[in-house]
């Protein structure tokens, strides 16, 4: 699986758009890049994924620049309940189950 | 509806015991994970079932057994722990076939004393 790399740690003020960053510059055509998050002592949740297009769903917002090497996760008004750890994974399309390769993601802390 | 349930949610064992944990989704989903997750590190996957098969192990020790009854279920069997296995597992569950996106429980937070 293609790595990736995170900032360990940012800071976003309640209400702001908070954007976060993920390199993954030996990501193959036939890799997805997915974002899942997971708040202290809970189960990672799932954000939002794609593959060339830029995607938006009711949580977030994923950017993903023309070469696939780097992508940004938009959270457009963050709240105080977004602090989390974000993980940004690489994923082949492999038509079967496989896993997931987490990395060591970005601490988001939102404050007031 | 994307949820996975587990149980029990917190757990406590002695290295001679024998436990199971418990996980159950109803989402029609024919893929099944199980992943454990140490204290301030990431999820590592240990076993993927698909069509109620085994299909990855990830070099997991014996002392953990998995199993999966039908397509719902996926029970993870514990005997002769150490403590170094406390943490939190996690199931995730996926449809197969290029909708791959898994979708996780709460976990178990396994204490092994």
């Known amino acids: 699986d293609a790595k990736t790399t995170q900032p360990p740690s940012m800071d976003c003020a309640e209400g702001r758009a908070a954007n976060l960053p993920c390199n993954h510059s030996?990501?193959?055509?036939?890799?997805?890049v997915y974002w899942y998050r997971q708040i202290h002592s809970q189960g990672p949740q799932y954000i939002i994924h794609?593959?060339?297009n830029n995607e938006t769903n009711e949580m977030a917002s994923l950017i993903i620049t023309e070469d696939r090497k780097s992508s940004t996760l938009i959270l457009p008004h963050a709240t105080l309940r977004d602090t989390a750890v974000y993980y940004c994974?690489?994923?082949?399309?492999?038509?079967?189950?496989?896993?997931?390769?987490f990395g060591t993601g970005t601490r988001l802390q939102v404050t007031l | 509806d994307t949820e996975v349930t587990q149980t029990p949610k917190h757990l406590v064992m002695g290295m001679t015991n024998k436990k199971s944990l418990k996980c159950e989704q109803h989402m029609g989903h024919r893929a099944m994970y199980w992943y454990k997750q140490k204290a301030k590190k990431p999820p590592e996957l240990m076993f993927v079932?698909?069509?109620?098969?085994?299909?990855i192990n990830e070099s997991v020790p014996s002392r953990f057994s998995p199993e999966c009854p039908n397509s719902s279920l996926l029970n993870l069997h514990l005997h002769a722990l150490q403590p170094e296995d406390s943490a939190l597992y996690l199931c995730?569950?996926?449809?197969?076939?290029?909708?791959?996106?898994?979708?996780f429980g709460p976990g178990t937070r396994l204490l092994v004393l």
């Open positions: 030996t990501i193959s055509g036939n890799e997805y």
């Open positions: 994974i690489v994923k082949p399309v492999t038509g079967t189950a496989s896993k997931l390769t």
């Open positions: 794609g593959l060339k």
């Open positions: 079932y698909s069509y109620e098969k085994l299909s």
């Open positions: 995730a569950s996926s449809q197969e076939r290029g909708k791959e996106t898994q979708y």
